[in-house]
């Protein structure tokens, strides 16, 4: 099984930036698309952002030109530079890895949290 670590979330005013970073580890055999979803209480959940196996990037109409996905294949990593936070940006920010058959494996979960 695979099991993805997230870090970097926290408190951060609006205008300011953080890096979120997700670990993969565990049954890696092949490369996934990975990226990340958030959830804010009484929202749905939102893809964020997806980065293919060729690095090939998708993001949301709301956080264009503010992230950016990438993802470092040796350390089976991918991260989410956010720059220009919003207060609308605060979430739980999850990182998941795409299963071949569609499904996915979730991180715990880190907390964005962005004042005014």
């Known amino acids: 099984q695979v099991q993805l670590v997230e870090s970097g979330g926290g408190l951060v005013q609006a205008g300011g930036s953080l890096r979120l970073s997700c670990t993969a580890s565990?049954?890696?055999?092949?490369?996934?698309?990975m990226g990340w979803y958030r959830q804010a209480p009484g929202k749905q959940r939102e893809l964020v952002a997806s980065?293919?196996?060729?690095?090939?990037?998708n993001y949301a109409d709301s956080v264009k030109g503010r992230f950016t996905i990438s993802r470092d294949n040796a350390k089976n990593t991918v991260y989410l530079q956010m720059n220009s936070l919003k207060p609308e940006d605060t979430a739980v920010y999850y990182c998941?890895?795409?299963?071949?058959?569609?499904?996915?494996?979730w991180g715990q979960g880190t907390e964005v949290t962005v004042s005014p």
């Open positions: 998941y890895r795409r299963r071949r058959d569609g499904a996915d494996h």
């Open positions: 565990g049954s890696i055999f092949s490369l996934n698309v």
């Open positions: 980065i293919s196996t060729s690095s090939s990037t």
